[in-house]
């Protein structure tokens, strides 16, 4: 099982947002709080595909499928998402500063 790991937190910008395909959006301080409390945990984690990629100055953005599983308030839950995810340079790192997701329906 894949447990979640505050070190995740480094690799986003501090204005970074995350658009769920409930059509929920976080921020920072949001993903935080939802992170620590365990209402979300993790199993799976799968890239399926890489199906663009592109790159201007000092950004990236990827689109991708991935498969996730895992517990959502204590219920199991799998699902496949396409991603459009902005990275950007910061000093030598890159950080993610947005991200959206679509649920796949079979």
Same mark, same amino acid.
């Given at each position: 099982? *894949? ?21 929920? *959006? ?16 993790? %199993?799976? *984690?799968?890239?399926?595909? *890489?199906?663009? $990629?592109?790159?201007? %100055? ?12 895992? $517990? ?14 902005? +990275?950007?340079? %910061?000093?030598?790192? +890159?950080? $993610? +500063? ?9």
């Amino acid at each position: 099982m *894949i447990m979640n790991d505050v070190q995740i937190v480094e690799l986003f910008c501090t204005d970074v947002s995350f658009g769920h395909s409930n059509g929920w *959006i976080q921020n920072l301080d949001d993903f935080k709080k939802d992170f620590s409390s365990k209402k979300v945990s993790y %199993k799976e *984690i799968t890239q399926l595909e *890489i199906s663009e $990629l592109k790159k201007f %100055k000092n950004a990236v953005s990827i689109r991708r499928t991935i498969k996730v599983a895992g $517990l959502y308030k204590n219920q199991n839950f799998e699902m496949k998402l396409a991603l459009l995810e902005i +990275w950007t340079k %910061k000093k030598s790192a +890159w950080k $993610l +500063w947005s991200r959206q997701s679509v649920e796949i329906k079979p």
